[in-house]
């Protein structure tokens, strides 16, 4: 599918994946892209799904609500309801609507909560999420059954793709709901700033991710809008393995923080294991290009940037 000519509907594009989706699209042309925030349109409103979708080409779906382990814990039922009502139904307005494409972008958080490492996409079915992610994790994954469904039923051309843990330049780091490596450089600068002897981190440290850098994970939705037109399910991932552990020492001495790091093992960890096989992903041309060293000096050095501007 060529892109340049299309109308694109990305939802949640005011989002931290969002805004660079949008960018690398309007790199390669793309010029006629709707971009609704929520308060244009509530996706859990059906009206307002059947408005957004009408006149476009392709939707790809991003808008969630999401957070990490505490956000998660605090907000189980809106996480579960919120993304599956929005999904559900913007699915069907666009299948009404005649959509030719919809990109259901979903979440690593489906995974069982033991899946064999690296998880494989036919995996996904295959036990109960981790407890923490769950309700989040089986909205998500709701849309892929809906994909499914409707490509048997009606013939409709809708990907589902499984991206794992992104980060980079311009997340959001309020404490109560931003993720491990934004919150991470937070807690290191603070205390930093503050000559603090110690930051304290939840778990043990032992949980290991695949950490995607946005940039990448941006080109990897475009490269599967444009090229993948399957009924099964794609990792999006760099398919390495990393320790929260190993995180963490590597954001210290980015930053240059002598302080030590004490474990609150009365915290969850979170899934044990996270690591993707990313083969499906490569047979249409799509394979992460950026270490984790390189992602986060980039995210530091675009931080500082953006507070000194």
């Given at each position: 599918m060529t892109l340049t000519n299309k109308k694109i509907?990305?939802?949640?594009?005011?989002?931290?994946?969002?805004?660079?989706?949008?960018?690398?699209?309007?790199?390669?042309?793309?010029?006629?892209?709707?971009?609704?925030?929520?308060?244009?349109?509530?996706?859990?409103?059906?009206?307002?799904?059947?408005?957004?979708?009408?006149?476009?080409?392709?939707?790809i779906h991003l808008a969630a609500k999401v957070g990490g382990i505490g956000f998660n814990r605090k907000y189980p039922g809106e996480l579960l309801y919120d993304n599956?009502?929005?999904?559900?139904?913007?699915?069907?307005?666009?299948?009404?609507?005649?959509?030719k494409k919809f990109v259901a972008v979903g979440t690593v958080c489906a995974y069982p909560k033991f899946a064999p490492t690296p998880f494989k996409e036919d995996d996904i079915w295959n036990g109960y999420p981790e407890e923490t992610n769950a309700p989040y994790g089986i909205a998500k994954k709701l849309l892929l059954a809906q994909a499914q469904a409707y490509r048997n039923q009606y013939g409709f051309n809708a990907i589902y793709l499984l991206p794992t843990n992104i980060y980079g330049p311009g997340d959001h780091t309020d404490p109560e709901d931003s993720h491990v490596i934004p919150a991470l450089i937070e807690k290191v600068k603070q205390a930093k700033r503050l000559n603090a002897p110690y930051i304290e981190c939840w778990g043990t440290g032992s949980a290991t991710r695949d950490f995607l850098f946005v940039k990448d994970a941006a080109e990897g939705i475009i490269k599967a809008t444009e090229e993948?037109?399957?009924?099964?399910?794609?990792?999006?991932?760099?398919?390495?393995?990393?320790?929260?552990?190993?995180?963490?020492?590597?954001?210290?001495?980015?930053?240059?923080?002598?302080?030590?790091?004490?474990?609150?093992?009365?915290?969850?960890?979170?899934?044990?294991?996270?690591?993707?096989?990313?083969?499906?992903?490569e047979t249409f041309g799509f394979k992460a290009t950026t270490t984790l060293e390189q992602g986060l000096r980039q995210t530091l050095f675009e931080r500082t940037l953006h507070a000194e501007g």
């Open positions: 509907l990305v939802t949640g594009a005011g989002g931290f994946l969002g805004k660079h989706l949008v960018a690398a699209l309007r790199d390669r042309g793309v010029s006629q892209i709707h971009t609704p925030d929520s308060t244009d349109a509530d996706l859990r409103i059906w009206e307002c799904c059947k408005k957004v979708v009408t006149g476009s080409d392709v939707v599956a009502i929005m999904g559900l139904q913007l699915m069907e307005a666009a299948r009404q609507a005649g959509v993948y037109d399957g009924s099964d399910p794609v990792n999006l991932g760099s398919g390495r393995e990393t320790s929260i552990k190993e995180l963490t020492q590597t954001i210290r001495t980015l930053l240059d923080y002598k302080g030590e790091v004490r474990w609150d093992a009365t915290k969850p960890d979170g899934q044990p294991r996270r690591v993707l096989d990313t083969s499906r992903a």
